[in-house]
Each structure stands twice: as C-alpha cells, then as structure tokens.
C-alpha cells in the first residue's frame, strides 16, 4: 500500500526567506506527483504537476523536484511572501490506479510579515 | 460554473441520521472523485466517476456510503445511519480526460464539512 509522509508538518518562516518542503513515498512506481496548496475553507488548488519521467518542473517562484528512484519529492518556493501562507499537500498517483490520488498529511506554513 | 461546486459547505447531523453531499463539476469534465479528508487522517480517497460509472470504489469506508452520479454531471455522495467517526470534510473533483487517464488534472471544490454529533 502507498504511503506518503510530509515533513515537517508545519514550518513558520519570515517573509522574503528562501524554503523547502519535503514528500516522500513508499512506492516507487507511480505516474506522477503533483503538488497542491490548500487555503483555509477552500479546496486544493494545483501547483504543480511532475510526470514519472521528469525530474523538475517550475512555475513563478516555485520549483518541484522528482527522484522516484529513492520515493522523494521537494518543493521550493523562492522569496516567500505572507500570502504563500497555507497547507501544502503532495499526491502520487500509482501507474496502475488509472486515477486515485494518494495524499500526504501536509506542510502547514506560515509566512510572517 | 467557473469552478467545482459543492454543496452544502457545512452540514451538521445526528447520529444515525442520513445525509446527502451534493457537487457539481466543471461543466465538460467527464471523471468526477470524491475524497474525505479527516483530522489526523489525511486526504483518502473514496470513489471515482467515468461519465455515470463508477469504476474505482474501493475507497468507501463501509456499505453506509454510497454515491451515484447522473447524466454524467452531479454527483451525491450519501451517508447512511451517520456515526461520529463520519465527521470530516468531503471533497469532490472533477477532470476532463485528454490522452490517458493518469495525466488529467484534478480540479478541487471547497468542500462539505461534516459534523455529526
């Protein structure tokens, strides 16, 4: 069974501060991995996107980086800003599922002014 | 819609009570999901939509859950004889198949938040 882990789970940081943000998973063989942000009473909004056979995708501040060899994800977020401030959540998606998402419990980051 | 609508945003039941979680998807998008996301717990997955079909439904907790999906557009989900363990918030997506399956995007409602007392 998949299991993804997020660490930390919570991370406060001051404004303009360079940080990363770690995903891990047990099984190796997935599709993909996508990074999502979760805003207070809201939905999950997508963010970014990596497909098994890539190892980084970017946009705006935000990097993501994919070793699927050693289970392991990173998202970078450049110069962070309050409004960066929420719950970040990574998801693999097995090659064989055809369209579950597995969750990791979260980053909760805060972004003090 | 502009986005993936769900409805009600906040519910509160007693237990052993039924309930309906209603979500209405972006207009176009074929494959509907449904996730519960609970305190401690994460984000788990319960059951996939392809037009009015439900091929992936392994992720129901228990026979008291059951969704059904008409004319490949509103889904409910519904919860039968409500328990304490059922509270969470239950989150509906909605994607629009391009190429193979595992490649769409997931778009995400705001949720219906559950509480039963």
């Known amino acids: 069974k998949q299991e993804v882990t997020q660490i930390p789970a919570a991370l406060s940081v001051p404004e303009g501060e360079n940080l990363v943000l770690n995903c891990s998973f047990t099984?190796?063989?997935?599709?993909?991995l996508q990074w999502f942000r979760q805003d207070p009473g809201k939905g999950l909004t997508s963010l970014l996107l990596i497909q098994s056979s890539q190892r980084e995708q970017t946009s705006g501040r935000l990097n993501a980086s994919l070793d699927k060899s050693s289970g392991r994800s990173t998202l970078y977020i450049a110069a962070s800003q309050p409004g960066d401030s929420a719950t970040y959540l990574c998801a693999v998606r097995k090659e064989t599922s055809g369209s579950r998402l597995t969750f990791g419990e979260g980053t909760q980051l805060t972004v003090n002014p | 819609g502009a986005g993936v609508s769900q409805s009600p945003s906040n519910k509160v039941t007693e237990k052993g009570k039924d309930v309906e979680l209603r979500c209405d998807p972006i207009?176009?998008?074929?494959?509907l999901y449904w996730y519960r996301q609970s305190l401690g717990q994460g984000l788990e997955f319960l059951i996939y939509f392809q037009g009015n079909s439900a091929p992936d439904k392994s992720g129901l907790p228990s026979d008291r859950f059951s969704a059904e999906r008409t004319g490949g557009s509103v889904s409910t989900l519904t919860i039968q004889r409500t328990q304490q363990e059922d509270s969470a918030v239950y989150l509906c997506?909605?994607?629009?198949?391009?190429?193979?399956?595992?490649?769409?995007?997931?778009?995400f409602g705001a949720g219906t938040r559950l509480s039963v007392l």
């Open positions: 997506a909605s994607s629009y198949i391009q190429g193979t399956l595992a490649k769409n995007i997931q778009y």
């Open positions: 207009s176009g998008h074929t494959a």
């Open positions: 099984d190796s063989a997935i599709y993909n």
